[in-house]
C-alpha cells in the first residue's frame, strides 16, 4: 500500500464555531495522536482527505511543521444527510510495527444453482499487519457453496504477514437457501 502525503496545519482555535470556519474554508478538523505523544490538533485540506479516505485503512503521510507522522485513521465522522467529513482521529504508527484493523471481505465465484442467498455475518475481518503493508481486502471463493455451507475466519486465505485478530470459528459467509414459498393465486383468499 503506497503512503499518501498530505499538508496539515496545527490549529490553535478549537470549539464548534472554530470547526465550522474550518469546514467553511474546505478544510477538515483532525487530531493525532498516538504513542505517549500529546495529542496535536490539525486541519487538513477536505478534497485531498476525501480521496484518500476511500482506500480502507489508508496510510497517510501526515506534514506537521516540517515532520512527517505516519498515520492510519481510526475514527472518521461524516455529516449524516450530505456526507462531507466532519472530522477524523489519526493513529500515528511506525514502521514495522503490528496493528489491528478491519479489511473488507470481497466474495469472488457464483453459489449453486438453486435459488440460495448469501449473507455475509461478517463484512469486514479483523486481522493484524505491519502498518505499511495493510491488505485492502480479501477475498474469498464461495464457487459452488450450497444452502447450509458457511466460510468461517480461518477458511479466509490471508496475504503473508497477515495474521487473523478474531476467533478462528468465527462465521465469515453464510449461505441460505432462498424463499421457496409459493405467491398466493389470484382471487385466492389468504
Partial sequence: ???????????AEF???AARRIRRANQVPAV???????????????????MALKTP???LSVDIE??????IPKAVQRDALKGFLEHVDLLVVKRGETVTVEVPVQTEGDLAPG???LEHTLTALPVEAEATHIPEAVTVSIAGLEAGASVLAKDVVLPAGVALAVDADAVVLHVVAGSTEAAPAEGAEA
Fill in 115 to 117: 435459488g440460495n442467498l
Fill in 1 to 11: 500500500m503506497a503512503e499518501i502525503k498530505i499538508p496539515a496545519q496545527v490549529r
Fill in 57 to 59: 485503512n489508508v496510510l
Fill in 32 to 50: 493525532v495522536y498516538g504513542h505517549g505523544s500529546e495529542p496535536v490538533h490539525i486541519t487538513l485540506p477536505g478534497h485531498d482527505l476525501m
Fill in 15 to 17: 470549539g464548534k464555531g
Fill in 66 to 71: 516540517g515532520r512527517d507522522e505516519l498515520v
